[in-house]
């Protein structure tokens, strides 16, 4: 069993928004935890709307990748600046934005 940690950052719509992601995730055979030590790979769940939680989105983000996580960047940040995300940070493994959640196994 595949295993994979989530990071939430915003406001209570990302709170909804990360359950439904962990849903998907569940269904689809994957065991959940939110200590991303845990795992490699780590859905970091963004935010756009609230400029600390963008800015901590961001520092997040980079934080995984120095540690050689493979991180996913879901969320509004992500449905706002995807190109702009994997041009600044190319070692993202993939950006699933706010209405394409039903992606995120892919």
Request: hydrophobic fraction near 40%.
């Amino acid at each position: 069993m595949k295993k994979v940690a989530l990071i939430s950052h915003g406001c209570a719509k990302n709170l909804v928004d990360s359950e439904l992601i962990l849903g998907i995730l569940s269904e689809n055979g994957y065991q959940i935890t939110l200590n991303e030590e845990e795992t490699d790979i780590v859905i970091v769940n963004t935010c756009s709307f609230i400029c600390d939680a963008e800015r901590e989105s961001i520092g997040t983000i980079i934080e995984l990748v120095e540690k050689g996580k493979k991180v996913i960047v879901a969320g509004c940040l992500a449905q706002k600046h995807p190109k702009e995300l994997k041009k600044e940070i190319p070692e993202i493994a993939a950006v699933v934005g706010a209405t394409d959640f039903h992606k995120i196994i892919d």
